[in-house]
């Protein structure tokens, strides 16, 4: 358990001593929004860089920016940590479309740095990620306006980074976030730049697994629509293509140690399309065979138990 540790302990006490100091500055670095009604996208940078060197523990030479495309690079020894996305103060809190929009940038930069940790931040939240088999892999989500010390912060550490987090719950985090952007919120659509898979059009993260996202031709398994929300014609083709293979045979070029995420990650678009059979008394076939998969994989609480 990482709470034995020692480095835990040290961590856990400065954030818990540093958070009201950075709460803080966050807001004096906010007045200029208030001020305007809009503050360019450096003040996030600034925030993230105050929590990174002033509530957690990285030495301010460890954070680099920009690092080809990316706005924010940790890095110690050498070695590349996190991928930081950026984007100005309020774009992202709370709109789900918006911080996958983010990470859809952050996750084709990780792939082409080869960094296995990817986050989006706006000085309002902070969502952070691992790349585990072409999906993502919740690490931490906070509110950097919170007046509690948010201690799971500690994940990001110089002596949390790297290791994996296997007490937090997988998958669904950003599901959390409603779809919608508050009317203050200008929805911010989907960037000019982003790579999109030539023959279906839409980015990475609309596919079930991704093995490299900087190559299209590795995005297995469209599931989604351009906007996030489930495409309920290709959804139980997805799964189909992988149910009618599975036990111990790669799918269309897929790992098999891959296979259970991608099940899990297109269970959760099917709960959000209200396909699931915990959802509704008729489901169709495959819905009613990726729930039993995943009661047999000891999955099936990921798409079944609340979150809280």
Known sequence: ???GLASYRRCIDRITSAWPAFTEKRKARLVQQDRHGVA???VAENIIEDLFT???DWPLSDLNNPVDYADLLLTSLGVKYLLIETKRPGALAWNRKAV???LNHAVRYAGEQKVRCVAVSDGYMFYAADLVHGGLKDRVLVRL???D???DLWWLSVHGIYRPRDDFESHGALNLLPD????QEPEIPLSDTALLHPKYKIPAECFGYVGNSGKPNTWKLPYCNADGSPDTKRLPKAIQAILSNYRGVKVSGIPEQAIPDVLVRLALAAVRAGKMPHQ???PAPAYQQLAAVLEQLGRINEITTPRT
């Open 280 to 282: 509704t008394g008729d």
């Open 40 to 42: 360019a996208e450096k």
């Open 54 to 56: 002033k509530v957690l």
């Open 180 to 183: 919608a952007p508050s009317p």
């Open 100 to 102: 996958e929009s983010a």
């Open 145 to 147: 306006d919170s007046p």
């Open 149 to 151: 010390p948010p201690t």
């Open 1 to 3: 358990m990482v709470k």
